[in-house]
């Protein structure tokens, strides 16, 4: 009964999370950690992993939602849950554009969004952020990071990214 409980709350999370009303999400995704533990949630849920880091996100807690999208890479990608690493990969993307890193931003989405894996949610959550930086950015410096997008492999970018973001990816 608890356990239920615990996946009520975290789709509680997630639906929270679509209506933007981030605070609220914020707690449902604290319930429902506090009654699955964070080891079972990894078990249990494939894309929802990253739900708390899009929570942060929208709260505009940068340091949290980097703190949580990191988790979701490196429980995702021991776990061979590619969905959740791709949705972790373009919470990053949003994170970086939030902060700065437009070009690495692209090139992060296009990865992504370009993966057989990834999920619709993902690609819908992802589409405005792409439409702004392709929009927004020169069109030599769009090529440039699609091309460098579309030229690496996932594992090598979830290095590369856990290593960028430290410390805050350290658990």
């Not at 969905?83 to 949003?94: I, Y």
């Not at 990865?111 to 020169?138: I, M, N, Y």
């Not at 091309?147 to 990214?161: D, L, Q, T, W, Y």
Request: hydrophobic letters at 45%; glycine letters at 10%; charged letters at 20%.
């Amino acid at each position: 009964m608890e356990m239920t409980r615990g996946h009520i709350l975290w789709r509680l999370g997630r639906l929270a999370n679509t209506l933007a009303q981030y605070r609220e999400a914020k707690a449902y995704f604290a319930d429902a950690l506090a009654i699955l533990g964070q080891a079972r949630m990894h078990n249990h849920f494939n894309l929802e992993l990253a739900g708390p880091g899009w929570t942060a996100l929208g709260l505009e807690a940068y340091a949290e939602a980097g703190q949580h999208f990191c988790r979701t890479l490196r429980a995702s990608t021991t776990g061979g849950q590619m969905p959740a690493t791709l949705d972790a990969l373009a919470g990053l993307a949003h994170l970086l554009a939030k902060t700065g890193g437009a070009e690495r931003a692209l090139a992060l989405l296009t990865l992504a969004l370009h993966h057989p894996a990834c999920a619709q949610e993902t690609k819908d959550t992802a589409a405005p952020l792409l439409a702004e930086l392709t929009a927004t950015l020169s069109s030599e410096v769009v090529a440039a990071a699609q091309a460098s997008g579309k030229g690496k492999r996932i594992e090598e970018v979830v290095e590369e990214m856990l290593g960028q973001m430290e410390p805050g990816c350290v658990e």
